[in-house]
């Protein structure tokens, strides 16, 4: 709660989405979840997903921005994100938006587009961002600002004790500490090798 931006960034198999659907879940907040692919690099069609996911939330976030969204003539997509921020900050409750797998977005228009929201975010709102590479939103200057959370491969990799913990008791293996010492030091607390190790040792 009262994070704006939170950026989930780390490679294949590290548990990125896992926990952000259980910290979602937690916060018990209304959320959005939007699970991107290749052909989302389409600006409009990126932005009618997002406001969207902003109506299954509450129907009159956008409602009135859908004649724009669908028009013959392309609108002008800052305005319509404003549109979206104004209809956002009427509200008092808190919402999440997750976007997942955000490094399949190459679209630099969208990367403007979603730069401009960061930049505009009402304090009711709380983007995050799954991703397996940074995405090119100005993290260096909403770093050094302090305005986001970020969660790395480092944050991510399961200690000597976690591994411990799924291997014996989720896996139910029945491992000696050398062998699970081992195995996270092999895997670097890799959350898919350890869950592959484990497969195999079944």
Known sequence: RGVRCVLVSAPAGFGKTTLVVDSVRASKLPFAWLALDEDDNELLRFWRYIVAGLESID?????????ALYAAQ??????????????????????????DDYHLIEAPAIHDSLNYLLD????????????????PLNLARRRGRGQMIEFRAN??????GESAAFL???????LSSADIASL???????????????????
């Open 168 to 174: 014996n008791q989720t896996m139910q293996l029945e």
């Open 59 to 67: 129907s009159r976030i956008g409602a009135g921005l859908r004649p």
């Open 155 to 160: 944050d991510l990799r399961f200690s000597q």
């Open 120 to 135: 505009h975010l009402p304090p009711q709102l709380s983007l995050v961002i799954i991703t397996r590479s940074d995405p």
């Open 184 to 202: 996270a030091q092999r895997t670097e607390g890799w959350i898919a090798g350890l869950q592959m190790a484990a497969l195999a040792l079944h």
């Open 74 to 99: 392309t609108p002008a997509i800052q305005e319509i994100i404003t549109g979206m921020i104004n209809d956002i900050a009427s509200f008092e409750k808190e919402m999440i938006f997750v976007l």
